[in-house]
């Protein structure tokens, strides 16, 4: 977002969440969106729930970036992202119905990979199987569409342009079913099929392109990119609480590989964390309350899923966990969301160590943070009372809520600051505190 001088190359900046997901990053995007040329999503799925408010209108997408809603933005859909036909039309079919022209704004990558209505089958019968085992997954195909990436036998958007399209999608479904034979799984494809095979019509009549070709043409050519990423850093699939993760590189190097840019082409790199902290599904989550605070948390933030519409667990800030993050990232500038939602507390907690099983106490994220293995060591801050949604600038925020936001920037470290704090769901209750936003 700097300007550049004649010979330097322009870098793209990547914008990702540092908790569990559902950090509010679709809003950050979408401001930020003028800014940029391109906007361009690099892993996940339609588990994404990516939510932005404006106009009194609250929209949720999942495979769409972000920045669809500004006329003159490019968003591509980039080779690390997973797509499901079917989601993807709905999206396509309500953005339309607002009057988004979305096939001038819309680029999709040809090495994107398809989510079958097989492959959805297969989340569903392989979580069932794990009964109390399960990962809390949100049963649209990813994971096994990521499986079959990896194991060499998916199909790619690329391939619906294809002669033998069908007959590699009916081989696929073939061994699909063979797995669900295994389960003893009851499903119903044709019905499903019909669906799908729609959604495929459709992506027929989308701009699919060689997007890593697109993308580095873009910086060439010193356009501004922002990389979008879906879920958050402790669901990373190597550097999250595995096995209660997703399947793609949620982190800043998931840019690298699911838009095919370089690490060096690399600019800013934009961390969105709430004043507090959420997870849906299962695993691990060292801060979480399973009090009235907890509950008042969920119902002010209105804490339910995008995708899901399951209930959030809620809990305080974590620091190690935040600081982890911001580490594994690179992060350079940080957005702080929800503050409005800490409004009314006397006190508020932020977890700043863990205690471990032998007594002693770490400031780092350890490879096992489940209840038995570490308990959060606390240190308690004075809320505020007053009503931050209608504050438009830092100025008026009240002192408590400078301390906050003091102390959590101290305890990260001096080289990091929060740039952004949000304090309501509406792209105009953003205030900026560091000129880069501005």
Same mark, same amino acid.
């Given at each position: ?79 690390? #992202? ?82 033998? !399209? ?18 003893? !799984? ?58 209660? #993760? ?69 809990? /305080? ?66 809320? /505020? ?21 003091? !102390? ?31």
């Amino acid at each position: 977002m700097l300007l550049l001088s004649k010979n330097e190359k322009m870098k793209a900046d990547v914008l990702l969440g540092l908790q569990w997901g559902d950090e509010g990053k679709g809003k950050i995007v979408d401001v930020l969106t003028p800014k940029y040329d391109v906007v361009a999503r690099f892993q996940g799925g339609p588990n994404a729930g990516h939510t932005l408010e404006f106009n009194g209108i609250k929209h949720v997408l999942h495979t769409i970036p972000s920045g669809i809603f500004h006329e003159n933005t490019i968003n591509l859909v980039g080779n690390g #992202v997973v797509i499901d036909p079917v989601i993807f039309k709905k999206e396509i079919d309500a953005l339309t119905d607002m009057g988004v022209d979305v096939k001038k704004r819309l680029v999709l990558s040809r090495k994107a990979h398809l989510i079958l209505p097989s492959h959805r089958f297969l989340d569903a019968a392989s979580e069932t199987a794990k009964g109390k085992q399960k990962i809390g997954s949100t049963l649209k195909g990813i994971g096994p569409t990521y499986m079959d990436k990896t194991g060499r036998n998916g199909l790619r958007v690329g391939d619906i342009f294809l002669a033998d !399209f069908e007959a590699r999608y009916t081989a696929l479904v073939e061994k699909h079913a063979r797995l669900l034979s295994f389960h003893n !799984f009851e499903y119903n494809l044709p019905e499903a099929e019909t669906a799908w095979m729609e959604g495929i019509e459709l992506l027929r009549t989308m701009k699919v392109t060689d997007s890593e070709q697109e993308v580095n043409h873009h910086l060439q050519q010193k356009k501004r990119i922002l990389a979008e990423g879906a879920q958050g850093t402790l669901l990373d699939i190597d550097f999250g609480s595995y096995p209660f #993760v997703t399947s793609s590189s949620t982190v800043s190097a998931g840019a690298c590989t699911g838009l095919g840019i370089a690490p060096n082409r690399i600019g800013e790199v934009i961390g969105i964390f709430k004043a507090y902290c959420t997870r849906v599904g299962s695993g691990p989550f060292p801060t979480e309350l399973f009090d009235e605070d907890g509950e008042r948390l969920r119902s002010v933030g209105c804490e339910f899923g995008a995708t899901t519409g399951r209930p959030r667990r809620c809990g /305080w800030l974590d620091l190690p966990a935040l600081r982890y993050a911001i580490m594994i990232n690179g992060a350079t500038t940080l957005a702080m969301m929800k503050a409005d939602v800490l409004s009314g507390f006397e006190t508020i907690k932020v977890c700043t160590h863990y205690r471990l099983p032998d007594g002693s106490l770490t400031d780092q994220f350890p490879y096992d943070v489940s209840g038995k293995s570490v308990t959060p060591v606390y240190i308690e801050l004075q809320g /505020w009372q007053e009503d931050l949604t209608q504050l438009d600038s830092t100025q008026a925020l009240p002192q408590a809520l400078h301390d906050y936001i003091a !102390f959590v920037e101290d305890a990260l470290g001096n080289e990091i600051r929060i740039g952004i704090v949000s304090v309501g769901p509406d792209r105009k209750q953003t205030l900026v505190r560091d000129v880069i936003f501005a």
